[in-house]
């Protein structure tokens, strides 16, 4: 087993993989940028090297500040988390040749699976559906017109580089082909620096179900079932559960089996995700593979009860799987918000600024991958995710119910959040129902404004803020904060608490 590993990452995933290093005995090494210093992953780390300016390209997608930092730390492996570098065979290939592990897929695997019309050659071979369409690049732009009318309109622009939703684009006539592939080739080579894209057949409101992974160096490979990540926006997730509605055992069992062909064709190690599409009358798409840990692996790891980040560890220290596919159940439901810095009433801009008050909800089946504090500053030069709320519980129904009093209980002060929004989605009948197509967000949430805060309400709020200015000797007002001595300081807590023993 490894002694020392390198998270190359900030925020709610750093934390999560140093607290997986802790439990596993192994010295966590935290990257940051100069505007993270006193960020919660850092301070939660081992040790900690700056690694640049906050700008991530100069930070944490600087490959060879990252190498530095491992070496001067000696650590033997780096956890990428998701995001920044985690699916770069680039990446994948320096730390192989640096003698540093890659927590996370071969730089081969990385490759084909980023490369997503080789992919689909390589699963279509396999003899796996894949979505009707193109399984190479044309020359010439007119090439694409007859392939269209072949596959059949309404079409789907995909970059071949690209996946998440970047750079795709439905044709539903043929006068609107080449325009579109014009703008969504220009779009692509902005986003991916590759020009390259294909046609598809366009699935209408499909389901959005993927399959957790996991493959050791050997050769084995188990699945631990779906995430249903339906309810999307713009193509960010926003509620992922597992199991999926749209499954029975039958169907599950299928896709499952054809998930865990897709890694073997794929000659693909560590921890990874099968996206599948679903569409109206249950068939299913192989759609891409996501080679790294997904935000939503908690819903995974609360209803099977593996711990996901500490099978990539020992996954990539050389380990064995233990785990073997009929050992492995689905039990109860589980939930998962994500709760970013962004305000929902104004068209989900991000809100930077300082948190100046957290109240983290707690309780039975209830837990919170945490990246920030209460003090805390959220930088502008991130994606603004904050937390993720995963609610456990024996059915869907009561999961909702727990997800709604956690919600309830979930304050958040100095920036916006989506926490409101959330609430509002959980609650709504047809979520409820499990109607989750990927259409939801735009059908029922495209007007959303925050209820109105009654009268009696506001009121309320500033006889409280009255009252608890008194109780601190005003502390609202900064002069007189500073004269007074039991002003609550994060920082000193926090520092007390670490040195321990008795005040
Ligand atoms: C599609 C599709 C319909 N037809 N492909 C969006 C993310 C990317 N991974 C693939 N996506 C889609 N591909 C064909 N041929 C619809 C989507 C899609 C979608 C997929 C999953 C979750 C939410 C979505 C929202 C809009 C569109």
């Keep these: 087993m490894f002694k020392k590993i390198l998270i190359a990452n900030r925020g709610e995933i750093a934390v999560r993989v140093i607290k997986a290093c802790q439990e596993l005995g192994i010295v966590s090494v935290a990257v940051y940028s100069e505007i993270d210093r006193a960020s919660l992953h850092v301070q939660m780390a081992d040790e900690a090297v700056c690694i640049g300016p906050p700008p991530?390209?100069?930070?944490y997608l600087n490959m060879d500040r990252i190498i530095q930092a491992a070496h001067a730390t000696g650590a033997e492996a780096v956890h990428p988390g998701y995001g920044f570098l985690a699916e770069n065979p680039s990446f994948a290939r320096l730390c192989e040749r640096e003698k540093i592990i890659f927590i996370g897929p071969n730089s081969r695997a990385l490759e084909l699976v980023g490369d997503k019309v080789r992919a689909r050659r390589t699963m279509e071979k396999a003899g796996i559906t894949i979505i009707p369409g193109m399984n190479r690049i044309p020359k010439e732009i007119t090439e694409f017109e007859p392939?269209?009318?072949?596959?059949g309109y309404p079409v789907m622009i995909k970059a071949s580089a690209g996946g998440g939703g970047k750079g795709m684009r439905i044709v539903f006539l043929e006068d609107e082909l080449r325009p579109s592939l014009e703008a969504g080739m220009r779009e692509a080579k902005a986003a991916f620096g590759d020009e390259s894209v294909y046609l598809e057949k366009y699935i209408e409101e499909p389901r959005h179900v993927e399959f957790q992974v996991?493959?050791?160096?050997?050769?084995h490979i188990v699945h631990?079932?779906?995430?249903?990540?339906?309810?999307?926006?713009?193509?960010?997730?926003?509620?992922?559960?597992?199991?999926?509605?749209?499954?029975?055992?039958?169907?599950?069992?299928?896709?499952?089996?054809?998930?865990?062909?897709?890694?073997?064709?794929?000659?693909?190690?560590?921890?990874?995700?099968?996206?599948?599409l679903l569409d109206k009358n249950r068939n299913f798409y192989f759609l891409e593979v996501n080679a790294r840990l997904q935000v939503e692996h908690p819903v995974t790891e609360l209803v099977t009860g593996v711990d996901l980040v500490h099978q990539q560890i020992r996954i990539a220290s050389g380990e064995k799987l233990s785990l073997r596919q009929e050992d492995l159940k689905q039990h109860g439901h589980a939930l998962e918000c994500r709760i970013y810095a962004e305000d929902p009433a104004k068209n989900f801009l991000p809100s930077a600024g300082k948190i100046l008050y957290l109240k983290e909800p707690k309780g039975p089946g209830v837990r919170h991958d945490?990246?920030?504090?209460?003090?805390?500053?959220?930088?502008?030069?991130?994606d603004p995710i904050l937390a993720k709320l995963i609610v456990w519980a024996e059915t869907r129904e009561l999961a909702c119910r727990r997800m709604n009093s956690a919600l309830d209980d979930y304050v958040v002060l100095g920036i916006s959040t989506t926490i409101g929004f959330l609430k509002d989605v959980i609650s709504h009948p047809r979520f409820r129902e499990g109607a989750t197509t990927t259409g939801f967000i735009k059908n029922y949430f495209e007007q959303w404004q925050p209820r109105e805060r009654s009268e009696e309400m506001l009121r309320l709020a500033l006889a409280a803020a009255a009252f608890d200015d008194f109780n601190r000797g005003g502390a609202l007002k900064p002069a007189a904060a500073s004269q007074t001595k039991d002003v609550f300081s994060p920082w000193q807590s926090l520092g007390e608490w670490k040195i321990g023993g008795k005040r």
Excluded: W
Excluded at 214 to 219: H, I, M, V
Excluded at 247 to 260: E, F, I, N, Y
């Design 56 to 59: 991530a390209v100069e930070s």
């Design 214 to 219: 996991l493959a050791d160096n050997y050769g």
């Design 370 to 382: 945490c990246g920030v504090y209460s003090g805390s500053e959220v930088p502008i030069y991130y």
């Design 224 to 276: 631990l079932f779906e995430r249903e990540c339906s309810i999307q926006r713009r193509h960010q997730k926003i509620i992922e559960e597992s199991p999926s509605l749209a499954l029975d055992s039958q169907l599950r069992q299928r896709m499952g089996d054809t998930a865990k062909k897709v890694l073997d064709v794929s000659g693909y190690n560590n921890a990874g995700t099968v996206e599948f």
């Design 147 to 151: 392939e269209a009318r072949q596959i």
